[in-house]
Structures are given as C-alpha cells and as structure tokens.
C-alpha cells in the first residue's frame, strides 16, 4: 500500500479562501478589515475580534456565491420575508 497525500477540504475561514471566494468589488473592503483585525490581533482581545472577522466574512463569501443572493439582500433591506440577523448567526448576544 502506498502513501496517499492527503487532501483537506480548505477552510472556509482561511483568509486567502475567504478573499478568493468573494467578488472582486468587496475584496477590498475585506482586506481593509482583515488587515486593522490582523494589527489588533497582538493582544487577546483582538486575537477573538480576527476570528469573528473571518467567521463573518466566510458566511459573507458563501452569501455572495448564492445566485439569488442580491435579490434577497435587496428584499430584506425592503422589509420582505424573515431573515435571520448575524449576530444571532455567530451567537453574539448584546449586552
């Protein structure tokens, strides 16, 4: 039996996944968080916004790779149907 390479499905909170998923009018802005997140990231406080930022922008990146994706963002700016918010999404509660 020989050694097989191992192949991992990427992880969908990989920055590089995360920017090549999304499209290219919103890269930027990606970039612009992750890299201030990335500069915060020296202390433990930032370490846990860097990780947020990333689950946020995966869920961003699999939302933006839906082909109804914009009319549903503009339906839900308008007030039609149910969504569900982020922070209920990634568990954060206000406090």
């Keep these: 039996m020989?050694?097989?390479?191992?192949h991992e499905a990427s992880d969908p909170r990989d920055p590089q996944v995360?920017?090549?998923r999304l499209p290219e009018q919103v890269r930027a802005k990606f970039?612009?968080?992750y890299h201030a997140a990335v500069d915060g990231a020296h202390?433990?406080?930032?370490y846990r916004k860097l990780r947020e930022l990333l689950q946020t922008w995966a869920l961003?990146?699999?939302a933006?790779?839906?082909p109804d994706f914009h009319?549903?963002?503009?339906?839900i700016r308008g007030g039609v149907g149910e969504y569900v918010s982020m922070d209920e999404v990634l568990?954060?509660?206000?406090?």
């Design 91 to 95: 568990g954060h509660r206000n406090v």
């Design 18 to 20: 995360i920017h090549d």
């Design 43 to 46: 202390d433990l406080a930032g």
């Design 31 to 33: 970039l612009t968080e």
């Design 64 to 66: 933006y790779a839906k």
């Design 60 to 62: 961003l990146a699999t």
């Design 71 to 75: 009319q549903r963002y503009q339906d």
């Design 2 to 6: 020989s050694a097989q390479p191992v």
